[in-house]
């Protein structure tokens, strides 16, 4: 299973950037998708998670009105819109794939598989 993930970039504060990430190569069955994010010198932690299938999404509150994940399960692709970007949003973003509904969606551990990471910078 690969995940390649896109979109990063630089941008100023007040920005927008959208974020791919992909799955390929053997078949997995995909209980949700996440975003996780982690920035120099702290814990990677969640983002926004969406389910496969019912599409029932979620998002750490900081985040929340700014950020839009969503998918298209024909591509097995998920999205980050990131809106009204801010400096403290610098940070490497990684998406992975949850394949069971075991544990909460916020949680490192409840995902399998995980992309490369791309770069997110905002300036101030």
């Known amino acids: 299973v690969q995940l390649q993930a896109s979109g990063g970039g630089l941008v100023q504060a007040g920005g927008s950037l959208r974020l791919s990430c992909a799955e390929s190569?053997?078949?997995?069955?995909?209980?949700?998708m996440g975003w996780f994010r982690q920035a120099p010198g702290k814990e990677r932690e969640f983002v926004a998670a969406i389910n496969w299938n019912g599409g029932r999404t979620y998002y750490t509150g900081s985040v929340k009105g700014r950020y839009t994940i969503s998918r298209d399960n024909a591509k097995n692709t998920v999205y980050l819109q990131m809106n009204s970007l801010k400096p403290e949003d610098t940070a490497v973003y990684y998406c992975?794939?949850?394949?069971?509904?075991?544990?909460?969606?916020?949680?490192?551990?409840?995902?399998?598989?995980w992309g490369q990471g791309t770069q997110v910078t905002v300036s101030s």
């Open positions: 190569g053997r078949t997995v069955n995909i209980y949700a």
């Open positions: 992975a794939i949850k394949t069971t509904g075991a544990s909460d969606y916020g949680l490192i551990r409840a995902y399998r598989f």
